[in-house]
């Protein structure tokens, strides 16, 4: 009995430990300007808990909320984007009140009907994009009737959107708001006592204090302590509580930004010296991205100091020019005063303008510490008391059976628990996370048969799920595997690096002795040829469908070739590195064996042959020599199967003696193409002809690869209808030359023989660029 009851308390400890360490509701937010110049796919979410996507406005006529049409496309895709780093990640649309939207919002604010409007289209703009849940921006404390109507809004606004989760079934958004700065002696204020019962909670605005084109003496603009009547974030928070706003409501606001001044007298720098007003930019504001990258191009030697008193970081260059922001020293101690005031989390404004997310990273540091010390704690305990355990169950066992077994799976979970923290560790500059071979080992279930999706030529792949629910797809190259360290190197780097709708992506990896495995995102519709090739999948595949797939293809490859940095060619394209998300969206997978291929190289030449027959064009097998058109003959082969549903595999022909592509060939030329596609498929609807993709994909793959196209060339011919096509000539791999078909063809005048125009016109003079 008695180990019956430790084996409970050893349960209680392993998989509740967050009654030991509670860093879990930490809130981790930031705000996405969309006009900033980063993407959203840009963002590491993975060190953020909450996005916000700034801004959306408010119509003054109507009082609905709009995006501003540049900008709308960036919305609608920020929380699918956002959500590939870091699946748990909540969305938050901000809607912007503040400045010359502020006369609108107040006249809003005052008429019942048009609240509603505003309330109802804020609801249903945030579900139409995916987001969840509103925040509201740049409201300035009020007095009056403004203040008691601000306070209506509100409530309003929540029983609105509790109503909504309740009739659409999902999760009630959240609601949030930002607040400013209030004075003891302000008259204005903000409801607080229906803020602290309808919102989230507070972004408390902690920054522009003191700005260069209002102040004409210099200020610490976002000082986290200050002496008397300077304004700093730590009177601003204690002003709000006296206010009656609760400190486990509020967040504080970090800001990624500083102010450069122009000093009147040279020298005189520091805080509350004269200034001419901004200095640098036109208002003084500079991101920090750029004050790092100031101090390096013009700082010449400057360096830049810590004020830990007033909690800020500051130079001086020239003598003229002063300018304060947050560095790493700043942020963290801001964390620190966060977590040590019982405040609900930070606010970062705003993400765009990090470094190579160092503030980010540094913020998540000091939660990370606290956790460290937790955990380091949690074991100590639980050391100790699995050695009592330990010896009492040894003792016990002869006494109770299977208590050993019960024991040994509790330190196998324990162990499960003290390795999960790896899975955060982001050390290296590839953005990639190290996963645990144990995490791994979980997920995937102790990589069962259950959890295996596939198997390619470099090991198998298997489905897991972390912890936090997220679903993962691990690639465990086989230890014979002929992809080396060296192919597994250059399949991380080159894969961090790619970052396109049409690529998986690469999550992170894990080396184990001789274990090598991949984390990429799971896609749950697996590879393309588990649809292609099976007669009562395939019929799931619509035209509608495939020309998706094929587009996505054709764009994933673009990237590769032309809009990356650098060329690179994937060397394995096939239907089974297709895979396809749950919209049936198609993403290249497995760049074990891209290679990148210089701008200016023409073609290069290899030692080793790889790839996977069938795809691989005959300059390669012949003499290894690989360009970008190595790729477009896969595609050209890729393409022949969407459409037909065959494999490369297999003879065709009424004598089962034609590979693929000379099947299709033949079928082509005899104006029999329709015998080649899939009979399922019907293009009549499409503005994409099945037979105009069999020509291009024919042109994909002749012989001689200077004759195939490109893929700019490839995109534009199934684009455009208008667009000229060439003949393609035989394809690779033929065993009949061109007086074979035109032989077998018989009658060369007739029409429907396409091969006879031969004033061979190069397709790049026929396609425009
Ligand atoms: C605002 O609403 C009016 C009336 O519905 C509409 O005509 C106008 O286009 C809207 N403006 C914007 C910027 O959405
Ligand atoms: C829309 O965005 C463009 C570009 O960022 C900007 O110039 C314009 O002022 C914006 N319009 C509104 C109504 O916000
Ligand atoms: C609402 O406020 C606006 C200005 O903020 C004012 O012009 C209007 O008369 C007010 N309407 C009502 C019904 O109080
Ligand atoms: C600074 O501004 C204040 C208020 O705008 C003004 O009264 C004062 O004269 C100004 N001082 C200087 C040195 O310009
Ligand atoms: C740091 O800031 C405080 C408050 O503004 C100021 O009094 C102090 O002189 C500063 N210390 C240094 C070393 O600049």
């Avoid at 119509?59 to 709009?66: G, K, Q």
């Avoid at 022949?640 to 003696?657: A, D």
């Avoid at 499409?686 to 200077?706: F, P, T, W």
Wanted: proline share 3%; aromatic share 14%; net charge neutral.
């Amino acid at each position: 009995m008695f180990p019956t009851h430790f084996a409970t308390f050893l349960v209680i400890l392993v998989f509740f430990p967050h009654s030991f360490a509670d860093t879990t509701s930490f809130v981790k937010a930031g705000y996405y300007y969309s006009a900033n110049e980063i993407s959203s796919s840009d963002i590491k979410s993975n060190l953020f808990t909450h996005l916000l996507c700034a801004f959306a406005f408010i119509n003054s006529t109507n009082y609905n909320i709009f995006i501003n049409s540049s900008e709308e496309h960036k919305f609608s895709i920020f929380t699918n984007t956002v959500k590939l780093q870091n699946p748990s990640i909540s969305t938050i649309l901000s809607i912007y009140s503040g400045g010359d939207s502020s006369s609108v919002f107040n006249s809003m604010l005052n008429q019942s009907s048009y609240r509603q409007s505003f309330i109802d289209s804020s609801i249903e703009t945030a579900r139409k994009y995916g987001f969840h849940g509103i925040d509201l921006c740049g409201v300035l404390p009020k007095k009056g009737k403004e203040l008691a109507n601000l306070a209506t809004l509100l409530r309003e606004w929540r029983i609105a959107i509790t109503s909504d989760a309740r009739n659409s079934k999902k999760t009630e958004l959240v609601l949030v708001m930002t607040g400013y700065y209030l004075k003891d002696s302000d008259f204005i204020s903000y409801p607080f006592e229906s803020m602290q019962k309808n919102l989230d909670w507070v972004h408390f605005a902690a920054y522009d204090y003191y700005v260069p084109k209002k102040d004409n003496v210099t200020g610490f603009h976002a000082a986290l302590y200050g002496s008397y009547g300077w304004e700093n974030t730590d009177s601003g928070i204690k002003e709000w509580r006296k206010r009656g706003f609760s400190s486990n409501k509020l967040v504080i606001g970090l800001p990624y930004h500083g102010y450069a001044w122009t000093l009147v007298q040279q020298g005189e720098d520091g805080v509350g010296k004269p200034a001419f007003g901004p200095s640098v930019t036109m208002d003084g504001d500079m991101a920090y991205k750029f004050i790092k990258s100031y101090i390096r191009s013009f700082g010449d030697g400057v360096v830049s100091s810590y004020n830990a008193t007033a909690v800020v970081n500051y130079f001086t260059v020239a003598s003229t020019t002063w300018v304060n922001f947050d560095d790493v020293e700043a942020v963290k101690e801001k964390v620190s005063y966060a977590k040590k005031n019982g405040l609900l989390g930070y606010n970062v404004f705003q993400v765009g303008n990090d470094d190579n997310w160092v503030l980010s990273r540094a913020a998540q540091e000091v939660l990370d510490e606290d956790h460290h010390h937790n955990r380091r704690l949690l074991i100590i305990v639980l050391l100790t008391t699995l050695t009592i355990a330990l010896l009492l169950g040894i003792v016990l066992c002869y006494y109770y059976q299977g208590t050993v077994t019960t024991i040994t799976r509790l330190i196998y979970k324990l162990r499960i628990y003290l390795s999960a923290g790896e899975e955060d560790l982001n050390g290296n500059d590839s953005d990639l996370i190290v996963f645990s071979y144990l995490t791994l080992k979980v997920a995937t279930n102790n990589f069962s048969k259950e959890n295996k999706l596939g198997e390619g030529g470099f090991g198998v792949v298997y489905k897991g799920k972390l912890r936090k629910g997220q679903e993962i797809a691990v690639k465990r190259l086989s230890k014979t595997s002929k992809q080396g360290l060296e192919e597994f190197k250059n399949e991380i780097a080159l894969t961090a690096r790619l970052q396109h709708v049409n690529l998986v992506r690469l999550l992170g990896y894990c080396t184990k002795k001789y274990e090598k495995l991949l984390i990429y995102e799971y896609l749950p519709n697996k590879s393309l040829d588990h649809f292609l090739f099976d007669p009562r999948k395939s019929i799931l595949l619509d035209w509608r469908k495939r020309v998706n797939i094929i587009e996505g293809v054709t764009q994933g490859l673009l990237y590769l070739q032309e809009y990356s940095n650098f060329t690179i060619i994937h060397r394995d394209l096939k239907a089974s590195n297709v895979l396809l998300d749950h919209e049936m969206n198609p993403k290249i997978s497995d760049f074990g064996m891209a290679r990148i291929f210089g701008k200016f190289d023409l073609e290069a030449n290899t030692s080793k042959i790889v790839g996977t027959y069938g795809y691989v064009p005959p300059e390669y097998v012949k003499k290894g020599i690989y360009s970008p058109k190595y790729d477009v003959y896969s595609f050209g082969v890729l393409l022949l199967q969407i459409i037909s549903g065959k494999r490369t595999s297999c003879y065709y022909g009424t004598h089962e003696n034609m590979n693929l592509l000379e099947y299709a060939y033949e079928l082509w030329i005899e104006d029999k193409g329709v015998e080649f596609f899939d009979p399922s498929l019907d293009d009549t609807k499409s503005h994409c002809k099945i037979m105009r993709c069999m020509q291009v994909a024919l042109l994909c793959v002749q012989e001689n690869s200077a004759d195939r196209p490109s893929m700019l060339e490839v995109d534009s011919m199934l684009k455009n209808e208008g667009a000229a096509v060439c003949t393609p000539n035989v394809p690779a791999f033929s065993t009949k030359k061109h007086e074979d078909y035109a032989y077998d063809k018989g009658d060369m005048s007739n029409s429907g023989f396409k091969f006879s125009s031969i004033n061979d016109v190069t397709i790049s003079q026929m396609v425009p660029r």
